[in-house]
């Protein structure tokens, strides 16, 4: 099996930064993207940012010139440093990771963290 865990989370006041950690462990032969979603009460699961293994991200238009996601491949880990932050961004931020468990099998599986809570409050 694989694991997600996240950490970084936490109180901040607006403008304030953190940085989110994620790392994939357990039986894992390669991962593709891996990525940020967060949901805040009441709202839809929303994706923040997402990096493919070679280094191409893509980032929600609100986070834009915010927030920074990068990877460490050999680490299986992904990052999310966020800068700026604003009361709206308070979520529970989920991190994800696209997995092929064996080299002989082309079927990747989506993996899923427990969730970190960022609070952006004065």
């Known amino acids: 099996q694989v694991q997600l865990v996240e950490s970084g989370g936490g109180l901040v006041q607006p403008g304030g930064s953190l940085r989110l950690s994620c790392k994939a462990s357990?039986?894992?032969?390669?991962?593709?993207?891996m990525g940020w979603y967060r949901q805040a009460p009441g709202k839809q699961r929303e994706l923040v940012a997402a990096?493919?293994?070679?280094?191409?991200?893509n980032y929600a238009d609100y986070v834009k010139d915010r927030f920074t996601i990068s990877r460490d491949n050999a680490k299986n880990t992904v990052y999310l440093q966020m800068n700026s932050l604003k009361p709206e961004d308070t979520a529970v931020y989920y991190c994800?990771?696209?997995?092929?468990?064996?080299?002989?099998?082309?079927?990747?599986?989506?993996?899923w963290g427990q969730g970190t809570q960022v609070t952006v409050s004065a």
């Open positions: 357990g039986t894992i032969f390669s991962i593709n993207a």
């Open positions: 994800n990771a696209d997995v092929w468990v064996h080299w002989f099998s082309s079927i990747s599986t989506t993996y």
């Open positions: 990096v493919t293994r070679a280094g191409s991200t």
